[in-house]
């Protein structure tokens, strides 16, 4: 069985919107782009590229929604 990291609430959206902005996302922690791609907002490409799915789109907007206080 494989370990589970706990995140801070808010962390997973952090981490989605570095990889949204393309800052380096070789800091992104391996385990934080795992849970992503498990809650279906990253796709990673054969080549080994991150991509945001719709899900992952509607959770940024979501985050940027709460943090304006809408």
Do not use: Y
């Amino acid at each position: 069985m494989m370990a589970r990291h706990h995140f801070r609430p808010g962390e997973l959206a952090q981490w989605l919107e570095k990889i949204a902005r393309q800052e380096a996302a070789t800091q992104v922690p391996p385990d934080a782009i795992e849970a992503l791609i498990l809650l279906r907002c990253l796709t990673r490409a054969a080549d080994g590229t991150l991509s945001i799915t719709e899900k992952g789109k509607l959770a940024l907007h979501m985050e940027a929604a709460k943090q304006q206080g809408v």
